[in-house]
């Protein structure tokens, strides 16, 4: 049974940082996905098995870096200039162990997190 623990949410005035992190029981490619009251779940970004392909929304590019230390089964979400709009509940995701690639779309991912709660405030 693959288990994802998040942690890091919390509350921040808009232009502050957090740092999620995610903790697995192995080791899989990873993605962080969000999903804001009333809205679809959206995509925020993903990081290969190995760790040295990753992939971001556009909405975040810029802001927000994805990285993994493999020794530590943890992936993070460094995330700076916060906005109003980045309030969601963030999610972290593992896709099977086979594919080692990136993936984009909630569909590809068989694993998922509790969830953890990222406010921004204005």
């Known amino acids: 049974q693959v288990q994802l623990i998040e942690s890091g949410g919390g509350l921040v005035q808009a232009g502050g940082s957090l740092r999620l992190s995610c903790v697995a029981s192995g080791r899989y490619a990873m993605g962080w996905f969000r999903r804001a009251p009333g809205k679809e779940r959206e995509f925020v970004a993903t990081?290969?098995?190995?760790?040295?392909?990753?992939y971001y929304a556009d909405s975040v590019k810029g802001r927000f870096t994805i990285s993994r230390d493999n020794a530590k089964n943890t992936v993070y979400l460094q995330m700076n200039s916060l906005k109003p709009e980045d309030t969601a509940v963030y999610y972290c995701?593992?896709?099977?162990?086979?594919?080692?690639?990136?993936?984009?779309?909630?569909?590809?991912?068989?694993?998922w997190g509790q969830g953890t709660q990222v406010t921004v405030s204005s």
């Open positions: 990081i290969s098995w190995a760790g040295g392909m990753t």
């Open positions: 995701a593992a896709r099977d162990r086979r594919y080692p690639d990136v993936g984009l779309s909630g569909y590809e991912y068989d694993y």
